[in-house]
Nanobody
Framework: QVQLVESGGGLVQAGGSLRLSCVAS????????MAWYRQAPGKERELVAE???????HYADSIQGRFTISRNSAKNTLDLQMNSLKPEDTAIYYC???????????WGQGTQVTVSS
């Protein structure tokens, strides 16, 4: 089994920054690929950024240049540094893990990010 626990969400003004963290525990086979997704009210869950154990990363166009994903494989942690936040970044952010990029089997409970204008 795998457990993912997110932290770091909150309320911030537009233009501000937040850093999200996710701690993974369990079978590390399922940590090869890790990702941040988000879901805004009334919208489908969407990919924000993803990264492999080797550090290869991929970002959604909407956050390119503003967000940075990173991981510490030794500590089984995943971070998302979010800068220049916009009101449209408001969503619940979820940490996901799996074997391959784009295919995630385990999810955290989510952390709320609210950006005020």
């Amino acid at each position: 089994q795998v457990q993912l626990v997110e932290s770091g969400g909150g309320l911030v003004q537009a233009g501000g920054s937040l850093r999200l963290s996710c701690v993974a525990s369990g079978n590390s086979f399922w940590f090869n690929a890790m990702a941040w997704y988000r879901q805004a009210p009334g919208k489908e869950r969407e990919l924000v950024a993803e990264i492999t154990g080797r550090g290869n990363s991929h970002y959604a166009d909407s956050i390119q240049g503003r967000f940075t994903i990173s991981r510490n494989s030794a500590k089984n942690t995943l971070d998302l540094q979010m800068n220049s936040l916009k009101p449209e970044d408001t969503a619940i952010y979820y940490c996901g893990s799996g074997v391959h990029l784009g295919s995630y089997h385990y999810w955290g409970q989510g952390t709320q990010v609210t950006v005020s204008s």
